[in-house]
T-cell receptor, first 110, second 118 residues
Framework: DQQVKQNSPSLSVQEGRISILNCDYT??????FLWYKKYPAEGPTFLIS?????DKNEDGRFTVFLNKSAKHLSLHIVPSQPGDSAVYFC?????????FGQGTELSVKP | GAVVSQHPSRVICKSGTSVKIECRSL??????MFWYRQFPKKSLMLMAT?????????EQGVEKDKFLINHASLTLSTLTVTSAHPEDSSFYIC??????????????FGQGTRLTVV
């Protein structure tokens, strides 16, 4: 049973435009949500997180939105840059453990 | 941010042999480390939680006799894949929390180890 789902395996965006990556979850007990960026053959790098009691957190070009009623979160990157091209994982925390989605491969074209 | 070092980055071994992967937290003490496995185009699957000085807690479906985890110190955890078979070929990643109370929202990841069993 996949508790954290990223239904879009890939996303292609033009440089300078907004990238929106989506994530859905099923467990209402998750207390934190995190986004990680990952390059091939490397470990994930932390990007941004949000507490389950908030609905928005912003850090530079990255903003995460949380809709608890819909059990949905999204990561907005604006403006998108070619260096943002990577696989993005959303993760949810429960009992100290992180549960990851399947990842979305973002490609930002110049 | 905190640094987690994983070694080796790539290893090729013969079927039936054992392989040890090390995970070190370089600039902080980690009472808890996690081991993940990633299949191609798939999510990171949590295999086990490694606690310093005690036995690891394995996720359902993970064979603890096959994937031996040792957390000998506050900065080192090891994963040993015993009697490796080709189906064990995968990308293994460790992570560690910098906050020993378990309240940190961040987990720092190692670089990962690509294991190929031939």
């Amino acid at each position: 049973d996949q508790q954290v789902k990223q239904n879009s395996p890939s996303l292609s965006v033009q440089e300078g435009r907004i990238s929106i990556l989506n994530c859905d979850y099923t467990n209402s007990m998750f207390d934190y949500f995190l986004w990680y960026k990952k390059y091939p053959a490397e470990g994930p790098t932390f990007l941004i997180s949000i507490s389950s009691i908030k609905d928005k957190n912003e850090d530079g070009r990255f903003t995460v939105f949380l809709n608890k009623s819909a059990k949905h979160l999204s990561l907005h990157i604006v403006p998108s840059q070619p260096g943002d091209s990577a696989v993005y994982f959303c993760a949810a925390r429960w009992g100290g453990k992180l549960i990851f989605g399947q990842g979305t491969e973002l490609s930002v074209k110049p | 941010g905190a640094v987690v070092s994983q070694h080796p980055s790539r290893v090729i071994c013969k079927s039936g042999t054992s392989v040890k992967i090390e995970c070190r937290s370089l600039d902080f003490q980690a009472t808890t480390m996690f081991w993940y496995r990633q299949f191609p185009k798939k999510s990171l699957m949590l295999m086990a939680t490694s606690n310093e000085g005690s036995k690891a807690t394995y996720e359902q479906g993970v064979e603890k006799d096959k994937f031996l985890i040792n957390h000998a110190s506050l900065t080192l955890s090891t994963l040993t894949v015993t009697s490796a078979h080709p189906e064990d070929s995968s990308f293994y990643i460790c992570s560690a929390r910098a906050d020993n109370r378990g309240m940190s929202t961040e987990a720092f990841f190692g670089q990962g180890t690509r294991l190929t069993v031939v």
